[in-house]
């Protein structure tokens, strides 16, 4: 029986909470970070808070093994005495929705193999996508999540709007977001790239330009010229 | 029993002619679009060419209604001298993968109530998903593919380009990206949006900027202040 302790009521904290209730061989208790007089002994202690709090919260801490939960902050970054680790899940995790742990890939990293081997135990009693990720490759993997998460959801945006404008109902798009990014499981993104860009074609590029305003002109023109860079 | 002729060799040509051999009113007959010394007579002829040879080919043809399958084209790109319209399916169309056109959207124009009827009927043989679209909204609709379709596949690429440089297995962003594009079908992308833009955190942003080459650090800097512009 492994024990941990949860300290957090955030999203990752209440979805880690309910995940490892539901295992048989661990032991799980979950408590507020600013309660933190009297903190239950564990075998892993998960500082589950926000990304600014990890530093103050994990420097009380005197368990022997505490690890932190966040993307973009390195294993350092913890300040307890005792042995540290990440447990960093790449999903958006939102407060309504369930989470599909099989579908998470877990990247994990400790500074002790025996430390690690305890991550990954934890981990596969919740799924089975497990990476040995360092604290240099996860900041990495984070600025790629920012690239494919947040801003083509705001590319998702802004057809969208463009839609929204022009009286078409955004539904007409929604099967082809989804091939989209779907055919990349398969096939590279640069071989599966088409289009006006890739095909150099002046002609109809230039009359998509004519028609957006000066924003959305600005992404037009640095994308593309992107894609032909082959950058 | 409708009697459709399509004219082309691509792959949206040889995509229609195999669907519609499938389905029990229509009589379809596929032809190169080059050969068109004897131009068999049909209800409907669809110039399923490169866009192009639209108004070359479609100028040779005298049968009663010819419609195009182009999404950058107007109607009255067709330069033949009888009825007109337009059949445009969004998706990304492949020579070797099949099409599951009950997921297709179907952008239909014409100019007579009679031969819309007719487009719709055709249409519905095939899939369910059926919108009246004009050509002025069908150019937005082309530009709006090329946002969410080649420019989101161009963001996938520099998220794989990031993981090849640090050694990190681009499979770990699949779920991610999967969630991204499924999320936007129940929530606006504009209010689905997260991350270090919309959230305003500077830190993570410069830390971010650091470590980007100079090109995708354009990208990265001109789409977080989109994003911020609530644009």
């Known amino acids: 029986m492994i024990s941990i302790l949860i300290l957090g009521t955030g999203n990752v904290a209440s979805h880690l909470n309910k995940a490892f209730l539901k295992t048989e061989n661990v ?3 979950n408590i507020n970070s600013r309660d933190l007089k009297v903190v239950p002994k564990a075998d ?40 540290k680790g990440v447990f960093y899940m790449l999903q958006t995790f939102s407060k309504e929705k369930k989470v599909n742990f099989s579908e998470v890939p877990f ?20 799924g089975s996508k497990i990476y040995n990720i360092n604290s240099k490759q996860r900041i ?15 590319i998702y945006k802004i057809g969208n709007d463009i839609c929204k404008k022009n009286n078409i109902p955004f539904e007409i798009l929604h099967p082809l977001i989804k091939e989209t990014a ?4 398969s096939l590279p993104p640069g071989i599966a790239q088409t289009g006006p860009a890739v095909r150099k074609d002046l002609k109809t590029i230039k009359k998509h330009l004519e028609l957006l305003d000066k924003e959305n002109k600005k992404i037009y023109k640095i994308l593309t010229k992107s894609i032909q860079n082959g950058n």
């Not at 600014?52 to 919260?57: G, K, N, P, Q, W």
């Not at 990495?140 to 705001?154: E, G, Y």
């Open 140 to 154: 990495s993997l984070h600025i790629a999540a920012v690239f494919v998460n947040n801003f083509t959801n705001h």
């Open 182 to 185: 779907i055919k990349i499981e």
């Open 44 to 83: 892993v202690t998960f500082v589950a808070v926000s990304d600014d709090a990890i530093e103050e919260v994990s420097s009380k801490i005197t368990n022997s093994f505490v690890v932190h939960t966040s993307g973009s902050f390195p294993l350092k970054s913890l300040k307890n005495k005792t042995n």
């Open 107 to 126: 990247c994990l990293e400790a500074e002790r193999i025996s430390d690690y081997m305890l991550l990954e135990t934890l981990a596969k009693s919740l």
């Open 27 to 29: 032991d799980v208790i």
